[in-house]
């Protein structure tokens, strides 16, 4: 009776257990079967033991097609290490998941971006393998890659960009340290192409730089990299050769390829360059001051008259200009800067309260310098973010402190070229608001038409993004450059600067007064406020007044001065404010308004 007993039990327990396993298999298949997403299941060595039906709509295969096959077979070449790697990684522990994406080839030969999830169920009996959820992500894939290829090349000739260049060239110094390789990098500019815009138009600068960038990566070798650092410059990265003979050799190279004439638009052009060349470890041991010293080098070449030039630090003007970008650097980390705030005027009222930040080093060898003396310096080596990133930070500080006192005084700053291509600029300028707390409207971006030009299509993205956040935008020295109206209809600008050269001859030179009244008549056509700069006198004062100007900058009404002298013009001179809001003004409570 016992024996019996027994074996009934027994038989119970299978019969339970194979229905258990035929459940969940049951449940298994339902779920794989009707997911709109694939699902495999392969076994230890990698072959397909399961396929679901969504195989057919997601990789045009039936299951049958699938099933007995290698899944390595259908992944990508490329991302095989991935995908074994995943194996291994999963296949440590039962019930372990891991995720990674590949590529992974459609029935009509195309390769689809698959987002996957592998689970190890080899110890499940109802399953007994690896199963792969796989989701197509092609389409996002592909507009990651193309924010990413946006965000790293030049939109005019799809080089790398800047950006780019310095992450490749920190690469390439880490791996020269290890394996003792020296590196090499190339700044170039192009001679006289200031003339090719000038005298055909932008449109024929385009296609000259487009073709430019095709022969330089013609030149070089696959292994070295060729970027646009923006306007006519360029820049070579070296990683692979022997000595300096053999860099000297590539820059030939280079100049026989820029030698030959350029059809652009049915006509022959024939440009030139001048390049700079610095080297690791002889000259630098960092990526930043290597790019700084290629082009130190770039203008000793071009200063020549062209061609090439190693740099070289007993050189007495490039090692003058090498030791004044540090002490420039210095200078920004350690407070040797100042802003001094030149006031504009309204003809309407006599009164305004707009002025403009001009910078000013104390230099404690050289003295006071002046801006021209030093932001062409910092354009050149790579200090102009810092430098426009400490202007924008101290100005802002101000005008927050002076709506603070009652003070309603918006505050005017100058941008570089170098910071309209700056695909970062809006962003830090949004932060540096933030932080000052500081209504937007308060601080304007001035811009000369030369810098609008330079590279009109990232100006204008880089325009917009700023008055998106609110500032308010004016063109500078206007009638001294190139722009085209095109261009200054289509932006959001609401003000142009006429140039003070034409301002300061009107008095005595016709011509000049016709450039300043045309001007001020287009301003106003295109619903634009104009504003005269360099006025110094009453007679030109009153010129410009009855040309109906809108407003005026100059030593008439008060010449650059620190805040402490502004606050006084402000109480005291004729052209002053009185106080006109309460403490606390201008923050983003919007009391200001």
């Known amino acids: 009776a016992d024996g019996s007993i027994s074996g009934a039990v027994g038989v119970y327990e299978d019969a339970s257990r194979q229905r258990e396993l035929r459940e969940s298999e049951e449940r298994f298949r339902a779920l794989t079967e009707n997911a709109s997403d694939l699902c495999v299941v392969i076994d230890a060595a990698g072959t397909v033991r399961y396929a679901s039906p969504s195989n057919q709509h997601v990789l045009g295969r039936e299951p049958g097609q699938t099933v007995g096959r290698g899944f390595p077979d259908w992944v990508h070449a490329d991302d ?34 698959l987002d996957a999830v592998a689970t190890n169920l080899l110890d499940n009996p109802a399953v007994a393998g690896l199963v792969i959820n796989a989701r197509d992500v092609t389409d996002r894939q592909q507009a990651e890659d193309a924010l ?6 030049d939109a ?33 500019d192009l001679d006289r192409f200031k003339e090719v815009n000038d005298t055909f138009g932008h449109h024929s600068g385009d296609l000259l730089l487009r073709q430019v960038a095709a022969r330089l990566q013609r030149a070089l070798r696959k292994s070295d990299t060729v970027a646009r650092m923006g306007g006519d410059e360029f820049s070579v990265l070296l990683t692979a050769f022997r000595d300096a003979t053999e860099v000297v050799r590539t820059v030939d190279k280079i100049r026989v390829a820029l030698e030959r004439p350029f059809p652009v638009d049915g006509r022959v052009l024939h440009i030139a360059a001048s390049i700079g060349l610095a080297l690791y470890p002889e000259h630098a041991q960092d990526a930043e001051t290597l790019l700084r010293l290629a082009d130190v080098a770039m203008y000793g070449a071009k200063r020549a008259g062209g061609g090439y030039q190693l740099y070289d630090e007993h050189d007495e003007h490039t090692s003058n200009h090498a030791t004044l970008a540090a002490e420039l650097r210095q200078a920004i980390e350690q407070g040797e800067l100042a802003l001094d705030y030149q006031p504009k005027v309204r003809f309407a009222t006599g009164t305004d309260a707009r002025v403009e930040a001009l910078v000013r080093w104390h230099h404690p060898r050289l003295g006071l310098l002046a801006p021209d003396r030093f932001v062409p310096l910092a354009e050149q080596t790579g200090l102009i973010r810092p430098l426009t990133r400490w202007v924008l930070d101290d100005a802002l500080r101000q005008c927050c402190a002076w709506h603070a006192a009652g003070l309603r005084i918006s505050v005017a700053v100058n941008l570089s070229v170098h910071n309209l291509q700056d695909p970062h600029f809006v962003a830090l300028v949004r932060s540096l608001i933030r932080r000052s707390q500081v209504e937007p409207s308060w601080l304007r971006v001035e811009i000369t038409e030369s810098v609008l030009m330079a590279d009109p299509v990232q100006a204008s993205h880089t325009i917009s993004g700023l008055q998106a956040l609110g500032l308010r935008l004016s063109i500078d020295d206007f009638g001294t450059g190139y722009s085209s109206l095109s261009y200054l209809t289509r932006l959001p600008v609401d003000e142009v600067k006429i140039d003070k050269s034409f301002v300061a001859g009107m008095a005595s030179n016709q011509n000049d007064a016709i450039i300043v009244r045309s001007t001020i008549d287009l301003a106003h056509n295109l619903g634009l406020k104009a504003v005269a700069e360099g006025v110094e006198s009453q007679h030109v004062w009153d010129m410009l007044a009855g040309l109906g100007c809108d407003s005026a900058q100059g030593y008439y009404m008060g010449r650059p001065m620190p805040p402490p002298e502004l606050e006084e013009w402000v109480r005291e001179s004729p052209w002053g404010l009185r106080r006109t809001a309460p403490a606390g003004a201008g923050r983003r409570d919007g009391s200001a308004r």
């Open 80 to 113: 095989l290490t991935g995908v074994h790697k995943a194996y291994a990684t999963m296949r440590r522990s039962a019930g372990s998941t891991v995720r990674f994406t590949f590529r992974c080839q459609h029935a009509n030969g195309g390769w689809l971006w």
């Open 156 to 188: 005019l000739t799809g080089l790398p960009n800047r950006t780019l260049l310095q992450d490749r060239l920190e690469q390439a110094l880490l791996a020269g340290g290890r394996e003792g390789r020296a590196v090499a990098v190339l700044m170039l």
């Open 148 to 153: 990413r290829q946006q965000a790293l090349h």
